[in-house]
């Protein structure tokens, strides 16, 4: 066996310098869009463009992810919808990468709440913890199913992760958030036939 099965391996090198320079790339490049979506959701409403939740990072420590708001009070906006649907409401999540508190590819953070419910709490699953969670992620792509299949899957990608492995899973991300993630998913089952 080449891990232990509570631990995590440990990152490759240079993930850490890829998630400054897509933070940096991300905050640069998308700083337009971003303007626009939190003016947009300013003016349908009235309510802050931000949302801010505590999740559960690297280690189990908490942090305060940042998403554009998709609610007001318990149902979705009209503007909230498109950007669920399209994975933009996750563009502030840049800064929490910036900041070290996230990284471009991982495990969904979750919030505490999450994970009594999914029965993540349990010490000998705490290698799921022992790496930043990601913006986007293998059970983010291809999970849906249940916790369990989507356990297995943030597990495969602890054990697999590479430089070429998470540039393919950003392009992944990318196509999804302009094509939708049916549309994608139809694609990649015709190609890997």
Same mark, same amino acid.
């Given at each position: 066996m080449?891990?232990?099965?509570?631990?995590?391996?440990?990152?490759?090198?240079?993930?850490?310098?890829?998630?400054?320079?897509?933070?940096?790339?991300?905050?640069?490049?998308?700083?337009?869009?971003?303007?626009?979506?939190?003016?947009?959701?300013?003016?349908?409403?009235?309510?802050p463009?931000?949302?801010?939740?505590?999740?559960?990072?690297?280690? #189990?420590?908490?942090?305060?992810?940042?998403?554009? #708001?998709?609610?007001?009070?318990?149902r979705?906006?009209?503007?909230?919808?498109?950007?669920?649907?399209?994975?933009?409401?996750?563009?502030?999540?840049?800064?929490?990468?910036?900041?070290?508190?996230?990284?471009?590819?991982?495990?969904?953070?979750?919030?505490?709440?999450?994970?009594?419910?999914?029965?993540?709490?349990?010490?000998?699953?705490?290698?799921?913890?022992?790496?930043?969670?990601?913006?986007?992620?293998?059970?983010?792509?291809?999970?849906?199913?249940?916790?369990?299949?989507?356990?297995?899957?943030?597990?495969?990608?602890?054990?697999?992760?590479?430089?070429?492995l998470?540039?393919?899973?950003?392009?992944?991300?990318?196509?999804?958030?302009?094509?939708?993630?049916?549309?994608?998913?139809?694609?990649?089952? #015709?190609?890997?036939?």
């Amino acid at each position: 066996m080449l891990f232990p099965p509570s631990a995590a391996p440990p990152r490759y090198c240079g993930k850490s310098t890829l998630d400054r320079l897509a933070a940096l790339s991300g905050c640069l490049l998308l700083a337009p869009l971003a303007a626009g979506i939190a003016v947009a959701t300013w003016l349908e409403d009235g309510g802050p463009p931000l949302f801010r939740q505590t999740r559960i990072g690297e280690g #189990r420590r908490p942090f305060t992810v940042l998403k554009f #708001r998709t609610y007001r009070g318990s149902r979705v906006t009209r503007l909230g919808g498109l950007l669920r649907r399209t994975g933009l409401d996750e563009l502030p999540q840049f800064i929490n990468v910036w900041r070290g508190e996230m990284s471009v590819v991982g495990p969904r953070p979750l919030t505490a709440a999450d994970i009594e419910r999914l029965r993540w709490s349990d010490p000998a699953l705490d290698w799921r913890f022992e790496m930043r969670p990601g913006i986007t992620g293998v059970a983010q792509l291809f999970g849906g199913r249940d916790a369990k299949y989507s356990r297995r899957l943030d597990r495969l990608y602890l054990r697999a992760q590479s430089l070429s492995l998470d540039t393919r899973l950003i392009a992944l991300s990318a196509a999804v958030n302009l094509l939708g993630k049916p549309r994608v998913r139809r694609w990649l089952r #015709r190609i890997s036939v």
